[in-house]
Nanobody, 119 residues
Framework: QVQLVESGGGLVQAGGSLRLSCAAS????????MGWFRQAPGKERQLLASISWSGGKLHYADSVKGRFTISRDNAKNTVYLQMNSLKPEDTAVYYCAADTTQTGLYEYWGPGTQVTVSS
């Protein structure tokens, strides 16, 4: 079992920045693909960014490309999402998740952290 906990969410003005962290326990993450998702009210959960176990393969959704950066520190068992140039439409609950089988199916999820961007 993998337990994931997100932190770093909050209220920020448009144009500001936040750094989300996802700390894992139970197992080490260093062989898993990790992803950041978000879900806004009334909308489906969306994959924003993913990072391979080595950090060498990155993927970003078009909506955040150039503004968000995913990274990981396997020694700390932690994954990060640096979010810059935030917009009101980035307001959502943000989740991290682990894909342990490298199939694109994320089996383990954190409880989420709220990000609110004011205009």
């Amino acid at each position: 079992q993998v337990q994931l906990v997100e932190s770093g969410g909050g209220l920020v003005q448009a144009g500001g920045s936040l750094r989300l962290s996802c700390a894992a326990s139970g197992r080490t993450l260093n062989s898993y693909t990790m992803g950041w998702f978000r879900q806004a009210p009334g909308k489906e959960r969306q994959l924003l960014a993913s990072i391979s176990w080595s950090g060498g393969k990155l993927h970003y959704a078009d909506s955040v490309k150039g503004r968000f950066t995913i990274s990981r520190d396997n020694a700390k068992n932690t994954v990060y999402l640096q979010m810059n140039s935030l917009k009101p439409e980035d307001t959502a609950v943000y989740y991290c998740a682990a894909d342990t089988t490298q199939t694109g199916l994320y089996e383990y999820w954190g409880p989420g952290t709220q990000v609110t961007v004011s205009s």
